[in-house]
């Protein structure tokens, strides 16, 4: 029956209001722009050659993430392999300096799948729901680079009919759903049927049961894999030392925010979403907020202590982490052009976010940065982009002394779900241009 009271309502317009995010410290905000403009002349540079809008691709910074995220975990656990989560951003060039910094890929499409093997790398682990039987063919011809994270008992028979029929044996592995309910059952199979799988995929001769996957994503913090890693744990200890011997790696999974956090417009925020479906401006356009997000150093000492608590006294395996976001986030920057002034407070670039393949800064905040004119001062201006639609915005201001046409912007950390789920609609997309 629907509510008649709005009082009912009140506890939780309360708990939501109580949930926003603290707003952004100026001093943080300052401190992650400065470094794109001591470094203006070489983007600048740039452009003499390679004219906006322009993906600028920089190898240095994927190496720098690499090796740092190696370091994090390096002797806090006896055996631990990387794969960059390739969905992440499907650039080659990013996937190959990572496989040259010593990563496996992570896959999960028979596209992914086609790209990592042109590439060369060696070690590659395929996961993902729904697999055709196309993808999987192409799995099987390559047993020798190629793991499979089986993602159902469907996808189990499947694959053994095809390894079967083409007398292959590949490893495998299962994926294991983090939460049963909503949508995300539809990744893997739930823990109280792990030990049937493990059966089953026992019974098939050409299927080599090596390991185990979960995935738990948006991780401000190790949290939620350490719930994970406990209960799993549990299941794993109750279960026959027959089975636990199969399982000679447990992959952890990815999903580690970069440390600057997740930085909101006042749209994005829960009062902003309540004032918005109250027919309400969202908050101001000059706010910016922020929620935090541990460092990866963190996030290695917590999950090695986990590992060390929860999996490693019941199966003797190898830990594998999946990073994506993480690697690749800082390592794109977008540059574009003021191609038109429509006002002293707005403007036109020369992209639109059909290049980040959403609309994503109504909601989220990255800074606007006036290459061309710099400035630490954020000054209010609706910069938006050249698509036929209203939802196409850069922001509600930018970092400079003045802007004007020819103007070069900078907007930074695009690295990650952008370029992926860039899309052709109405302008071109950016040429990508690596330094």
Excluded at 46 to 66: C, D, F, I, K, N
Excluded at 69 to 97: E, I, T
Excluded at 308 to 333: T, Y
Excluded at 354 to 377: H, I, K
């Amino acid at each position: 029956m629907p509510v008649t009271d709005p009082s009912a309502y009140l506890p939780a317009i309360k708990a939501t209001t109580e949930a926003a995010p603290p707003r952004l410290s100026p001093d943080r905000l300052q401190d992650f722009i400065r470094p794109y403009f001591d470094r203006r002349e070489v983007y600048l540079n740039l452009l003499a050659t390679h004219p906006p809008p322009l993906y600028v691709q920089e190898s240095g910074v994927l190496r720098a993430r690499a090796a740092r995220l190696q370091k994090a975990f390096a002797g806090r656990l006896p055996a631990v392999d990387f794969y960059y989560a390739v969905k992440s951003n499907n650039h080659p060039h990013v996937a190959g300096v990572l496989i040259d910094a010593g990563f496996g890929l992570d896959v999960s499409s028979g596209l992914e799948l086609e790209m990592a093997l042109e590439l060369g790398a060696r070690d590659i682990v395929f996961s993902g729901p729904g697999k055709t039987m196309d993808e999987l063919r192409l799995a099987v011809a390559n047993a020798d680079r190629v793991t499979v994270l089986m993602d159902s008992f469907g996808e189990l028979a499947r694959l053994e009919a095809l390894t079967t029929a083409a007398q292959v044996p590949l490893r495998c592995g299962v994926r294991l759903t983090v939460d049963p309910q909503g949508v995300w059952r539809k990744f893997g199979i739930t823990l109280d049927r792990l030990p049937a799988f493990l059966e089953a995929a026992g019974a098939c001769p050409n299927l080599k049961m090596a390991g185990l996957q979960f995935h738990t994503s948006w991780n401000m913090g190790p949290d939620p894999q350490i719930r994970f890693m406990t209960a799993l744990g549990k299941t794993l200890s109750g279960m026959p030392p027959t089975l636990r011997r199969r399982i000679e790696f447990v992959d952890i999974g990815g999903g580690y925010w970069p440390e600057d956090g997740e930085w909101l417009q006042a749209a994005g925020t829960p009062q902003g979403k309540l004032n918005d479906a109250l027919g309400k401006p969202p908050g101001p356009l000059d706010a910016h907020y922020h929620w935090p997000a541990a460092p990866i150093e963190v996030f290695a000492e917590a999950l090695s202590a986990a590992v060390h608590e929860h999996l490693l006294p019941v199966v003797d395996c190898r830990i594998c982490l999946e990073p994506g976001r993480w690697i690749c986030h800082p390592a794109v920057q977008l540059l574009l052009s003021v191609v038109d002034k429509k006002a002293p407070d707005l403007v036109i670039t020369d992209a639109g976010t059909n290049t980040v393949g959403w609309e994503r800064f109504e909601t989220d905040y990255f800074p606007v940065l006036n290459l061309s004119r710099p400035s630490l001062v954020e000054r209010p201006c609706y910069v938006l982009g050249s698509l036929c639609t209203p939802h196409d915005v850069w922001g509600y201001g930018y970092f400079g002394a003045d802007i004007q046409p020819g103007d070069i912007l900078m907007i930074p950390a695009q690295g990650a779900y952008t370029y992926s789920l860039r899309q052709t609609f109405i302008k071109p997309l950016p040429r990508v241009h690596t330094i």
